[in-house]
Structures are given as structure tokens and as C-alpha cells.
């Protein structure tokens, strides 16, 4: 079973930045597409950002080319947030399945088998 622990969450005020962690256990291997979810009080979970096994990324279009996400190997990713804006604050999980893509029609897919706990993510204005 593939477990996932997110950190480096915390607050910040507007204009900061955080890197989120993600470390897995498990069986899991370079195949894997890898992913970041927010879910912000009252509203749905949705894709931040994902990294296929190709190293293929894709962004929401809210990310504007502040975050970045980034593997060390296939058990440890990282979601890197400059010019944090109050909008961004909310949980924020990571995701991983045995996918060649998790991008379908332009949209990060949301039926990830295996996720995280979340980190807390608080933007101060």
C-alpha cells in the first residue's frame, strides 16, 4: 500500500514562499504520476500542479508561473509557491497513481488512488 506524508506547510503573509514536501512508501516507482491538490474551506478539491513519468508538468491556470513542481526520485516531490496570495491559502494534498498522464482535456484528473493527509498553506494579507 502507498502511503504519503505531506510537509512544509505554514503561514506566511502575501508576496512569501513555501516549499511543500511530499515523501511515499510503498510500491512506488518512476511510472507514477505524481500530483498536488488544494482544498479550501467551503470550496472542491482542485489540481494545483502534476508531473507525469515522462517528467511532463502541467499547471492551473491560477499557478501563473509561481509554483513549480519538482521530484528528487520517484518516492520524494515538491511543490515550490513564490508570490503566495491570500487566495492561495487552503489544505494542500498530494496524489500519486500508476498513470502514463494525469492530465485529461487540459485538466488534472482528481481520481488518484493514493493520497496524503494535507498540509495546511495560510497566506496573510
Known amino acids: 500500500q502507498v502511503q504519503l506524508v505531506e510537509s512544509g506547510g505554514g503561514s506566511v503573509q502575501t508576496g512569501g514562499s513555501l516549499r511543500l514536501s511530499c515523501a511515499a512508501s510503498?510500491?512506488?516507482?518512476?511510472?507514477?504520476?505524481l500530483a498536488w491538490f488544494r482544498q479550501a474551506p467551503g470550496k472542491e478539491r482542485e489540481g494545483v500542479a502534476s508531473?507525469?513519468?515522462?517528467?511532463?508538468t502541467h499547471y492551473a491556470d491560477f499557478v501563473k508561473g509561481r509554483f513549480a513542481i519538482s521530484k528528487d526520485n520517484a518516492k520524494n516531490w515538491h511543490l515550490t509557491m513564490n508570490s503566495l496570495e491570500p487566495e492561495d491559502t487552503a489544505m494542500y494534498y498530494c496524489?500519486?497513481?500508476?498513470?502514463?498522464?494525469?492530465?485529461?482535456?487540459?485538466?488534472?484528473?482528481?481520481?488518484?488512488?493514493?493520497w496524503g493527509q494535507g498540509t495546511q498553506v495560510t497566506v496573510s494579507s
Open positions: 496524489a500519486t497513481d500508476s498513470w502514463v498522464t494525469p492530465v485529461v482535456r487540459g485538466k488534472i484528473r482528481t481520481d488518484f488512488a493514493f
Open positions: 508531473i507525469d513519468s515522462r517528467g511532463t
Open positions: 510503498g510500491p512506488i516507482d518512476n511510472s507514477f504520476a
